[in-house]
């Protein structure tokens, strides 16, 4: 899920959706309306499941879709060879995320660590361990 906002309201740091792609936003440069138009944003953004880079420009007061990002407690129940198992710790509902990309955030993996997830978009992505 994700609800519109304008492009003038984006901020570094935040996120947003680029070519159907939750994305960071790293980096936006506004230019000045002129003669031939409305001011332009021109954004740059880092996929958060993908890590691949991105970036386009709009007018600043065109829509853009921000992802709606659910940020939860879990604990890891256990480690397959194609991922991890969950179990979320406030509905105690059971989900399967893959390996993190991270080496550091993979080698803290244990059965019984507390975690937290990410659900976006039906996606789920491991960010920390507790």
């Known amino acids: 899920m994700s609800r519109p ?3 003038g309201e984006l901020r570094v740091g935040g996120y947003m959706m680029i070519e159907g792609e939750p994305c960071r936003i790293v980096d936006i440069a506004k230019s000045k309306p002129g003669k031939h138009g409305s001011a332009k ?3 740059v953004a ?3 499941f993908d890590g691949q880079k991105r970036q386009f420009v709009k007018p600043v007061d065109l829509g853009a879709e921000v992802p709606l990002i ?3 407690p879990g604990q890891v129940f256990a ?3 194609t991922g991890v198992q969950i179990m979320d710790l406030e509905t105690y509902e059971y989900l399967d995320a893959p390996f993190p990309d991270e ?3 993979k080698a803290k ?3 019984g660590a507390e975690i ?3 659900k976006i978009l039906g996606k789920v992505k491991i960010v920390r361990v507790k």
Do not use: M
């Open 5 to 7: 906002v304008d492009v």
């Open 41 to 43: 944003a021109r954004i």
């Open 46 to 48: 880092i996929g958060v």
């Open 70 to 72: 659910d940020k939860r």
């Open 79 to 81: 480690i397959n060879p």
């Open 103 to 105: 080496p550091e955030l």
């Open 109 to 111: 993996l244990a059965s």
């Open 116 to 118: 937290e997830y990410w």
